[in-house]
Structure formats: C-alpha cells, structure tokens
C-alpha cells in the first residue's frame, strides 16, 4: 500500500522531471506502468484513493483495469522473480502483459506466485526493493528512483529480511558514469499491516507525505 507514496511524490516530481524510461518493481510496477501511459500525477493519485483499488484479492481487476486506460508512451520495464531459480527477469515493452504485473506484485505468502511461460514468478521486490539494475539493463544511464520500502516495517521481520538479502540479494555494482539520485520517505510510512491493507485515510496521508518529500528534491 505504500505505493501511494510514490504516487505523492510523482505529483510533486511530474513538474520538473520528463522520464525516458520507466522501471517497476512490486507495486512499482504499478504507478510505473501508468507513469510510462503518460497517466496524469493527478490521476494516479486519485487511483490510489478509490476503495480497494490495491486490494490483494482484486489485484487481477486492478491490474487489467489499469492497463486498459491508456497504452504505453514511453519505454517501460517490470521486474519478476523467478522462484524457483531465485533470479530476476526484467520484461520490457512491448512484451508486458498483464501476469507479468500481476507477478511483479506476488508478495511472498499474501499473493499466489504467478506461472508464465512455464516458469513461476514471485514479487519483483524480493531480491532488491529498488532495482536501478534494470534500468541500467534497458540503457539508463542518469536515474531517479523512488523507494518506497527502505525498511520492512516489521522489528520481527527485518533481520530475516536483511539476512535474506545478503544471501540471494541481487545487488550488481553501478557501472561507471551511471548517475543515481534515490528518493526515500523522510519518515516511517507505517506498520506491516498498515502496508498490506489499504485504507483510504492512510492513502491520502502517505500522497501528501510524498509530495512532501518529493517537492525539494534536486
């Protein structure tokens, strides 16, 4: 649910900054995929205020329901990983489908794994929450991302996370004149549930805290 952050610091962002190139993974994958349509900041942050619209249950409405507003505009990546090899694969326009979406989005035991092309795929995220990789792959060379999840919101959670990470993390060095500006929230956006369950008080306070983040950003 912390993708309506992202959307918050699109609108802020949308002003001053024209991509060439848009990546998503997890629920990036969603505000990319409408960023690379060219839908207005506006609209994406209304998007996330609608009543269940990040519903894990409604996910393939969701998803479908967003691809159909307006085709891509610009070039686009999603990131998924593979479950069973544990590696990522970057799909680009225009070979998106929606499973590919649907699959960038598969949090590990809240949302099924998603089969395509008879391989299984889980969330886009669970290597590394912020994959400037894939960009650099699809010729990136000056980057703005946005992280949403710098931390598991969970003291339970995070040391098995980092451990995770630090074992099959896929955290490839930054090639040599590839520049990198990351934008992270200034303040903790919530607890686990507050991430996993969308609420429409939460969704407008994380927007305007984005955009709040996102307004001086150089």
């Known amino acids: 649910m912390f993708g ?3 959307a918050g ?14 990546v998503g993974a997890s629920v990036g994958s969603l505000n990319g995929y409408a ?13 996330w205020l609608r009543p269940g619209v990040a519903n894990f249950e409604n996910l393939p409405k ?6 159909d507003v307006r085709p891509l505009e610009i ?24 499973e590919h979406l649907l699959a960038s989005c598969a949090v590990p035991l809240v949302a099924r794994p ?13 290597l590394n929450p912020l994959p400037v990789w894939a960009a650099v792959e699809l010729g990136a060379t000056r980057i ?27 955290n490839p060095p930054l090639p040599s004149g590839v520049e990198l500006h990351t934008l992270t929230p200034q303040c903790p956006l919530g607890s ?7 609420k429409q008080e939460n969704a407008a306070r994380w927007i305007e805290q984005g955009a709040a983040d996102a307004a001086d950003f150089g």
């Not at 802020?12 to 848009?22: E, G, N, T």
């Not at 969701?62 to 691809?67: A, C, K, R, T």
């Not at 991302?145 to 099959?168: G, M, W």
């Not at 686990?192 to 969308?198: E, F, G, P, S």
Request: aromatic share 12%; glycine share 6%.
């Open 192 to 198: 686990m549930h507050d991430a996993l369950y969308w």
């Open 144 to 170: 703005l991302a946005l992280n949403a999840l710098p931390e598991i919101p969970s003291a339970l959670l995070r040391p098995f996370a980092k451990a995770f990470r630090a074992v099959l993390g896929h």
């Open 114 to 126: 998603r089969r395509i092309d008879g391989r299984w795929y889980i969330d886009g995220g669970l």
């Open 9 to 22: 610091a699109w609108r802020s962002l949308a002003r001053r900054f024209k991509p060439d190139l848009v």
């Open 75 to 98: 070039e686009y990546g999603v990131v998924l990983v593979d479950l069973l090899r544990m590696k990522p694969r970057t799909v680009s326009a225009p070979g998106v489908r929606p």
């Open 4 to 6: 309506a952050w992202q």
């Open 62 to 67: 969701v998803v479908h329901g967003l691809m």
């Open 35 to 47: 960023i690379a349509a060219r839908w207005s900041a506006a609209d994406l942050c209304h998007w």
